[in-house]
């Protein structure tokens, strides 16, 4: 059922599945990609550690610029450096960038037209204890409705480090999401990973729903397929790691497979990735869609596990959704 | 280039003709500001025409010093500047603010792609400034930066943010210039949010100030000068700017900062201009 050439890891239904934050992935390959490329900066403002910025300013201390709590300055000073030939990567937490510094984002970044790559860390419910202010809900909606942005949102932490790697060479801004808390490694070194080339998971013969998911809820899109296997439903499972731009195609074409599809993100719905999976198949194939993630509310301190539960994020709440837009 | 009588005098004509050129063009469009642009003419004359390292055939000449502005809605005076200098032709001023244009209301790359930046939003061109100024030292690069600002955007806290870096990180390579002309569009600077005492703060913030009369090219020159000698603070040079400099019935008036011309007013503007303020007695 799962596809072979995307070479998951093979104990991605066991027990022991080893688990890393996605932001780590984020941190080696920043330094890989400063490696790669002189023209790479770095800049945080006060979250160095935590945002995994740490062994790149370590490696290169003169390419790192500690801008302090000051998340506007954090945006229009990278786009300044990306005005003289620099290919700056800011982080902080999604909240504040790019939630607190939007404006500066929009106008000195995209309107400007400058790569600079911007990376939101802790998104999602499952930053967990620290709470609702700093739990990102929003942020893909107002970032995916920047002309020129691109939008990235790995699943884990692999393939946060192939975006990172992937991102210099994008002429144009860029945005990734990063997650706080040890997620399951779904996918392998050799897995591939493009930007804007969604990655069709699990692919029975006769799929009867489409999961379309995004982040490390992914995972739990594959554990809903294997209980709806069980039950005789048969399911197609895609990562649609790159919000913008999207892959219009692959999107359509587990649609038309399907006729059925269930999103699934930790996410508002509103404006998030389902919203844009909406716009595509209203436009190319309408076939009714269920929506999971964040409905119209924030989030709250909790574990991980039982904030995705409470918010409709867990297997369960995906299970009932594809047997919901079953009967549509 | 050594300042003498002759040289000063090039600029002040050079200067006239750039106000001439620049409320013409907003007359034109119908709309736009016209008491910023006036009040900066001469420091945009004394950038383009003296202290600028710069080549307008080759607009994006690594070497070149770069000018951020700031305070968008001045840029008409930008854009007379620059054409003066050579980067567009005149023409393009008589299409401001039209479909399509290269002059845009506020200033726009993908239009004019010889612009440094995009601008509009107040509190953004000192940040990208500094941002410029990190890049060019990481780099050994000896390019100035020169920032021009105005008053009223110093209240916004995004600024501060700026000021704080470019102190921390002594950037010699930088220079603001903030058009202190005390008005804003609701009111005077002192009476909307008090700026005063504006050296202060930024020589708190580790910066070297320089006061001067932004109206006087020798005082611009100097000002310019001693902060490209300065190597181990940013400099700010706070110029006191009459708006609406050169047309006797918009100076110091604050609702000229982006009120528009009647037909009679537009004509006695004019007037004002090709007389130089009835220096001239032929028209």
């Known amino acids: 059922m799962l596809v072979p050439h995307q070479k998951l890891n093979p104990k991605l239904f066991d027990a022991d599945l080893e688990r890393v934050p996605v932001r780590n992935g984020f941190g080696d390959g920043l330094v890989l990609a ?19 910025m740490l062994a790149f300013r370590e490696k290169y201390p003169k390419r790192f610029v500690e801008i302090g709590v000051a998340e506007q300055n954090l945006a229009t000073v990278a786009s300044g450096l990306a005005a003289v030939g620099k290919i700056p ?10 939630g607190r510094n939007w404006e500066q984002i929009r106008t000195t970044i995209a309107y400007n037209n400058r790569p600079v790559k911007i990376v939101g860390s802790h998104a999602g419910v499952s930053v967990g204890p620290d709470g609702g202010t700093h739990q990102a809900l929003e942020d893909i909606a107002i970032m995916r409705a ?3 942005m691109v939008v990235v949102v790995p699943a884990d932490a692999h393939e946060a480090r192939k975006a990172t790697l992937a991102l210099p060479a994008l002429d144009s801004p860029a945005y990734l999401r990063l997650t706080r808390e040890k997620t399951p490694v779904i996918t392998t070194k050799e897995s591939p990973f493009v930007i804007g080339k969604a990655n069709l998971l699990r692919s029975p013969k006769n799929p009867q729903v489409a999961l379309i998911a995004c982040g490390p809820l992914v995972h739990n899109a594959l554990l809903a397929a294997e209980v709806l296997a069980k039950e005789g439903i048969e399911v197609s499972v895609l990562n649609n790691h790159t919000i913008k731009p999207m892959d219009e195609e692959s999107v359509v074409r587990v649609a038309k497979e399907a006729g059925r599809v269930v999103t699934i993100e930790e996410h508002q719905v509103a404006g998030g990735m389902g919203s844009a999976v909406a716009e595509v198949l209203a436009q190319n194939h309408p076939v009714p869609i269920e929506f999971i993630g964040v409905h119209d509310q924030f989030g709250q301190s909790g574990k991980p596990e039982e904030l995705l539960e409470h918010y409709g994020m867990g297997v369960q709440a995906i299970v009932a959704a594809a047997k919901k837009v079953l009967l549509r | 280039m050594a300042l003498d009588d002759t040289n000063i005098k090039v600029l002040e004509e050079k200067a006239r003709a750039i106000r001439y050129d620049l409320i013409e063009a907003v007359i034109r ?3 736009g500001h016209i008491a910023g642009p006036l ?8 950038l383009y025409f003296h202290t600028l390292k710069h080549d307008p055939m080759q607009p994006s000449w690594p070497e070149r010093d770069r000018v951020v502005l700031s305070n968008g809605h001045i840029c008409p005076v930008l854009y007379a500047a620059m054409a003066h200098a050579g980067y567009f032709p005149k023409e393009e001023l008589h299409r401001l603010r039209e479909f399509g244009a290269m002059l845009q209301g506020h200033p726009h790359r993908d239009f004019l792609p010889a612009l440094e930046t995009s601008s509009g939003p107040l509190g953004s061109g000192l940040s990208q400034g500094v941002g410029m100024a990190l890049g060019l030292r990481m780099d050994d690069m000896p390019n100035q930066v020169y920032v021009l600002a105005s008053d009223g955007e110093q209240q916004c806290g995004s600024t501060w943010e700026a000021v704080m870096l470019a102190g921390k990180e002594k ?17 005077m600077t002192e009476e909307i949010m ?18 001067i009369n932004g109206h006087d090219f020798r005082e611009i020159i100097n000002a310019f000068e001693t902060a490209r000698a300065i190597f181990e603070k940013p400099v700010c040079i706070i110029a006191h700017t009459i708006p609406g400099r050169g047309v006797s019935f918009m100076e110091f008036k604050y609702p000229w900062h982006s009120k528009s011309f009647s037909k009679d007013e537009a004509t ?6 090709r007389t130089m303020g009835g220096k001239i007695d032929h028209e």
């Open chain 1, 34 to 52: 400063a490696d790669a490329d002189p023209r790479v900066v770095g800049l945080c403002a006060d979250l160095t550690e935590s945002t995994k």
């Open chain 1, 89 to 98: 990567f800011i982080t902080s937490y999604a909240t504040f960038s790019p």
């Open chain 1, 146 to 148: 920047l002309p020129r």
């Open chain 2, 29 to 31: 469009a119908g709309s």
């Open chain 2, 39 to 46: 009040g900066m003419a001469d420091i945009f004359t004394a």
């Open chain 2, 171 to 187: 950037l010699a390579n930088l220079t603001l210039v903030i058009d202190r002309n005390n008005i804003q569009i609701d009111g």
């Open chain 2, 194 to 211: 008090p700026l005063e005492p504006l050296p202060d703060k930024y020589r708190a913030f580790g910066w070297h100030v320089l006061e």
């Open chain 2, 268 to 273: 006695e503007a004019l007037r004002q201009l």
